[in-house]
């Protein structure tokens, strides 16, 4: 059987009859029809066990997406990557920005020819962090690489072969079917069990989901079917049906809406007005939707604070915090993507490596970047490491013409031998 979906003619009756209700499976959440080979798939058995949590809720990549959580952690990942440049450099102690190299030209400006490259890069990494694989076909001109063209990963199947190569078969919207060598696929994976495909985290999560789901469910009947009064008035006896309408006309006139907010009640006959708390079932439900929130994002790496969780004040930390996200978070991200790069783009003989720029996530503010780049530069005595014109390169600066602005020499030194050696030529 090919592996072109479900062959109808090659199935049995007994599949004929399943047959309609495995595409709803698939279609349920408004997915790509994703590939197996007949019902007795493993890849499908896997697809339909592991798709539902414990407590029976369905959790598929778009569903899971719902979740506020996972949606800012998956956002938060994915714009911050899209938001780093890649550089083509030398694989030398100068680390020279091959700008005219025809790959830089591509990976940093135009990947293909209707995406940029911030959005080539969210939605491969959007791709990554549901699926646990992201693909992008490698289009070749003779030994030139012209384009990267995205493959959703449900139409992508990887396996191994008898000789250890991997094959790639991705199967378009039509049905057609291509096969492809490693060398011709880029391929982003999560971490695997078998190094050939990723396992994706939103399976991982399905429980943390699933619970969270389950606590929107209760809050969304809360709403609509519970008793959402603040307060009761009581009465000593029995109202009659005229005294019992005056009253609550009396209260929804007086005190209903914005503009009565605040206002005094009025009671007659012994009434009482009482306040509702919340309850501790309230303060339970609240309690589990925010543990929720930090379960799920731990499947992702992501902080509190950018889950925009305000329950603690970071102050001047916050600096602190964005460091340890680029360090833990993001870090092994930008290491994938980079050897991923290399292995598909690149040969050993190249001589050249891609790199992402973190810089542009760790400006601070501009006291902060004045007294980096006045250490960076040797003031205070301290050994210089970056010259006048990486700072100005870094700050989106045009570079100086100064012949002394290229040198590692501290700048307070350079302008005592200007001063010495012009007091020499007055001599």
């Keep these: 059987m090919k592996r072109a979906g479900f062959d109808i003619s090659a199935m049995s009756k007994k599949d004929k009859k399943a047959?309609?209700?495995?595409?709803?499976?698939?279609?349920?959440?408004?997915?790509?029809?994703?590939?197996?080979?007949?019902?007795?798939?493993?890849?499908?058995?896997?697809?339909?066990?592991?798709?539902?949590s414990s407590g029976g809720v369905r959790i598929g990549e778009n569903k899971a997406l719902m979740n506020s959580a996972l949606n800012r952690c998956v956002n938060v990942i994915s714009e911050c990557i899209a938001y780093l440049p890649i550089r083509l450099l030398t694989d030398t102690d100068e680390k020279e920005v091959l700008k005219d190299d025809p790959l830089h030209r591509l990976i940093k400006r135009k990947p293909n020819d209707w995406q940029t490259a911030y959005e080539f890069k969210r939605q491969m990494q959007v791709h990554l962090l549901e699926y646990g694989n992201a693909y992008a076909r490698v289009i070749r001109s003779g030994r030139r690489v012209v384009s990267l063209v995205p493959m959703h990963p449900t139409q992508?199947?990887?396996?191994?072969l008898d000789d250890w190569s991997l094959r790639y078969t991705y199967t378009g919207t039509n049905g057609?079917?291509?096969?492809?060598?490693?060398?011709?696929?880029?391929?982003?994976?999560?971490?695997?069990?078998?190094?050939?495909?990723?396992?994706?985290?939103?399976?991982?999560?399905r429980e943390a989901l699933g619970i969270a789901f389950s606590a929107e469910k209760a809050t969304r009947r809360t709403f609509a079917h519970g008793v959402m009064?603040?307060?009761?008035?009581?009465?000593?006896?029995?109202?009659?049906?005229?005294?019992?309408?005056?009253?609550?006309?009396?209260?929804?006139?007086?005190?209903?809406?914005?503009?009565?907010?605040?206002?005094?009640?009025?009671?007659e006959d012994g009434a009482k007005a009482a306040k509702w708390s919340s309850t501790a079932v309230d303060a339970q439900l609240l309690e589990n939707r925010a543990h929720q929130i930090e379960e799920v994002a731990r499947?992702?790496?992501?902080?509190?604070?950018?889950?925009?969780?305000?329950?603690?004040?970071?102050?001047?930390?916050?600096?602190?915090?964005?460091?340890f996200f680029i360090k833990f978070g993001l870090n092994p991200w930008l290491t994938l993507w980079e050897q991923a790069l290399e292995r598909v783009l690149l040969s050993d003989d190249d001589g050249k490596i891609f790199k992402f720029n973190i810089g542009a996530l760790l400006h601070g503010s501009l006291k902060d970047?004045?007294?980096?780049?006045?250490?960076?530069?040797?003031?205070?005595?301290?050994?210089?490491?970056?010259?006048?014109?990486?700072v100005r390169r870094t700050c989106d600066l045009p570079c100086s013409k100064d012949k002394d602005a290229d040198s590692l020499k501290n700048p307070m030194t350079l302008k005592k031998m200007d001063r010495k050696r012009q007091t020499d030529e007055l001599d």
Excluded at 40 to 51: C, G, L, M
Excluded at 156 to 160: D, F, K, L, S
Excluded at 233 to 257: C, H, M, Y
Excluded at 377 to 384: D, F, R, S
């Design 299 to 323: 499947f992702f790496g992501v902080p509190r604070p950018l889950l925009m969780l305000d329950d603690t004040s970071w102050g001047s930390g916050i600096n602190e915090l964005g460091i």
């Design 229 to 267: 009064a603040s307060g009761a008035v009581e009465v000593p006896k029995a109202l009659t049906d005229e005294s019992f309408i005056r009253l609550q006309e009396s209260l929804s006139a007086a005190n209903g809406g914005v503009e009565n907010a605040g206002g005094v009640i009025l009671l």
């Design 176 to 205: 057609k079917q291509t096969q492809m060598g490693a060398d011709e696929v880029f391929h982003l994976r999560d971490y695997s069990e078998d190094g050939i495909k990723g396992i994706s985290r939103v399976k991982l999560a």
């Design 369 to 390: 970047q004045a007294e980096y780049f006045s250490r960076a530069l040797g003031a205070g005595g301290t050994q210089p490491w970056m010259t006048q014109n990486e």
């Design 156 to 160: 992508v199947a990887v396996e191994q």
């Design 19 to 52: 047959r309609k209700h495995v595409s709803r499976s698939i279609r349920g959440e408004g997915l790509r029809a994703q590939v197996f080979d007949g019902v007795d798939d493993p890849a499908f058995k896997e697809f339909i066990h592991n798709s539902l």
